[in-house]
């Protein structure tokens, strides 16, 4: 997961400017479901940013041993973390959806490619991380997105979508390397001498790490703009996206 953050952030970017202005209007009851489901979104994208400052923190404690053997005691020592933020994520799937659907269903459409059905985004790069100790090196191999997957244009994806709702078509689909992931994603192999490749990964990760970031900020402040405090703090649905 650590390295699709870029992606992840870029999708929570978006959702941020489809949302705005579209909160003031919406029923009570549909206004509390929406502000849970965003609020939970803010916490995923927050634990992951945590545990991608712990994650650079492991890289400083071991950057005497040279940058292949600190990436991978990295990666390693932290592959926990990023597997339970990455489960925040999958576990957040149908409940954001349902906040979505409420705020503006095309959006929903457009975000479904990252967390819905047996082969999204999310599941599939949850298991980025795979130690291989077969041979006489062990190496370590890491799934990493390719740019193309930061360059998809939402915005076109979402007016192409919008058409097709006005036209009762609701089941659309638009088609974008957010959708075949499967060939937008590459394999990085590193072992503990690979210098080479572990910098391309540590170049990647700082890339993706940012985008997140700033989509940390963006909800953050869509956040605290839009709802009360006793909105984002106190919800007692057991059953928000329904």
Not at 161 to 170: L, P, R, S, V, Y
Not at 212 to 231: M, P
Request: hydrophobic letters at 40%; charged letters at 30%.
């Amino acid at each position: 997961m650590i390295t699709s953050e870029g992606v992840i952030g870029k999708v929570v970017t978006f959702i941020v400017s489809k949302t705005v202005g579209k909160l003031v209007d919406l029923p009570f009851d549909k206004r509390k479901k929406a502000c849970r489901s965003l609020t939970k979104l803010y916490y995923c994208v927050q634990t992951l940013d945590d545990v991608t400052e712990e994650f650079y923190q492991t890289l400083e404690d071991f950057d005497d041993w040279g940058d292949a053997k600190a990436m991978i005691n990295a990666l390693n020592n932290n592959a926990s973390k990023l597997e339970q933020a990455s489960n925040m994520f999958i576990e957040l799937g149908q409940e954001l959806r349902g906040g979505l659907e409420i705020i503006d269903p095309v959006l929903a459409n457009c975000c479904n490619a990252l967390y819905i059905s047996k082969s999204d985004f999310l599941s599939f790069m949850s298991n980025s991380i795979e130690f291989d100790r077969t041979n006489e090196v062990a190496t370590i191999k890491v799934k990493t997105p390719s740019d193309e997957m930061l360059n998809v244009d939402l915005n076109k994806k979402y007016d192409e979508t919008k058409i097709a709702f006005a036209e009762n078509d609701i089941t659309y689909w638009p088609s974008s390397a957010l959708d075949d992931f499967y060939e937008e994603v590459s394999m990085v192999t590193i072992s503990f001498d690979d210098m080479q490749s572990a910098q391309r990964l540590k170049t990647h990760i700082d890339k993706h790490r940012k985008l997140l970031g700033s989509a940390k900020v963006s909800l953050r402040e869509l956040l605290k703009d839009n709802f009360s405090i006793e909105e984002v703090l106190f919800q007692n649905d057991s059953h928000p996206w329904r």
